[in-house]
């Protein structure tokens, strides 16, 4: 019951990224989101925090303002775009963060596209 959930593949690593990066929006904006930091912990499980964090002994912290993604993001939304086009930049934010954890993360390069059926 109060077990974590284990990530399988790198889709659902986009996925957990995605539905974080939603809930972060929605609760803080996108100037928080853009100053903050995506961590990738040794099981391959995506974490946000607000400030600066430096990557573990197992793990990969990557700061979005250094993602070109976000700094589109971030126009985007002092635009007052439409729900599509912020979709369109936050899937851009998505695949921004998976490359990064890609040229990061033995681990996260371990793990195959999609789970296994």
């Keep these: 019951m109060f077990a974590t959930r284990t990530i399988q593949s790198r889709r659902q690593v986009g996925e957990r990224a995605a539905q974080v990066i939603d809930r972060v929006i929605f609760d803080m904006g996108v100037d928080r989101l853009v100053q903050g930091t995506f961590g990738l912990d040794r099981h391959c499980r995506p974490h946000f925090s607000t400030a ?23 126009a985007a ?27 990061r993360s033995p681990r996260f390069r371990a793990l195959p596209a999609v789970a296994a059926a």
């Design 52 to 74: 600066h964090v430096a990557p573990g002994r197992d793990g990969v912290a990557v700061a979005l303002a250094q993602l070109a993604e976000c700094a589109a993001l971030r």
């Design 77 to 103: 939304a002092n635009d007052d775009p439409d729900p599509l086009t912020l979709r369109t930049h936050l899937d851009a934010v998505v695949a921004g963060l998976l490359r990064e954890f890609e040229a």
